[in-house]
């Protein structure tokens, strides 16, 4: 655990300098630019005030200033998004973590997913004891984005469209098909339902699948919208799916080529 230790006037003034200039990570290339020195030196530098606890190290070449009245540089990350735009971009905040952002779901998940066009080696990182779920996608897949603010740093989020889209896809990206169907309702339900949008994502996505799990899921919580039952029918391609490929299932819904646990064909 590095405790804070003095800095001089000359440090001060360069580190206030930087911290001016930078929003929430300050970067090697960003301090060395700012000071108007090398990167080696910029490094060793933020190394150095690193060591004394005026910065605490996220990963190589990125660090986060430590509050005043902290006395550790053991801190949490004040605003884990900030850093998944720092580390993983281009990418996007989605999954759960975006339902979340959009009210469509009342749990709490302490693991931020990121959908980036990065490939990292580790998938599911802690940085300073936040956890993240990453997940690789094509750059063609940047769509049905939306910006927000968070202080000064601009970061991109699913929107509600693409978050139900997304789950779809992948059902662990929304804690599992139990999870999904939940915020599917609750998306059904909200200011933000727009189907004709989710149908034109499903498309622009292409995944057959998305439209086995997506149309059997809408004639069991909005059997009254036909015409985008219909349309999931006419996108249908040939092979089953399962509706959740985290679950054993064992009965195969055949209007939809779908493989569904036999509890949720006992459910109404």
Known sequence: MEEISGLGKEGRKRLSAIARETKGTISVKEASNILKVSTTEAAKMLSRWAKKGWLSRVKRGLYIPVPLESR???????????????????????????????????????????????????????????????RTISEKEMFGLKPVWR????????????????MLNNPRLGGGMRSVADILRNYLKSENRDLKLLIEYSKR????????????????????????????????????????????????????????????????
Do not use: H
Not at 85 to 92: A, D, H, K
Not at 104 to 111: D, N, P, S, Y
Not at 151 to 166: A, N
Not at 221 to 234: L, P, R
């Open 151 to 166: 202080g000064q740093v601009k970061i991109l989020i699913s929107d509600p469209s693409r978050t139900i889209l997304d």
């Open 205 to 268: 996505l292409g995944n057959g699948a998305v439209f086995k799990r997506l149309g059997f899921l809408l004639e069991r919580f909005a059997s009254d919208q036909i015409s985008f039952i219909n349309d999931c029918k006419s996108q249908l391609t040939k092979g089953n799916v399962k509706l959740d490929p985290a679950l054993e299932s064992d009965r195969l819904i055949t209007r939809w080529r779908l493989w569904v646990p036999e509890s949720w064909v006992k459910e109404k």
């Open 72 to 134: 550790t540089t053991e801190i949490p990350l004040e605003d884990p998004w900030i850093i998944a735009e720092r580390l993983y971009s281009p990418c996007y905040i989605g999954g759960w973590s975006a339902a979340e952002y959009w009210d469509l779901t009342e749990q709490v998940f302490r693991t931020v997913v990121v959908m980036t066009t990065q490939k990292p080696r580790e998938r599911n990182p802690i940085i300073k004891g936040t956890n993240f779920l990453l």
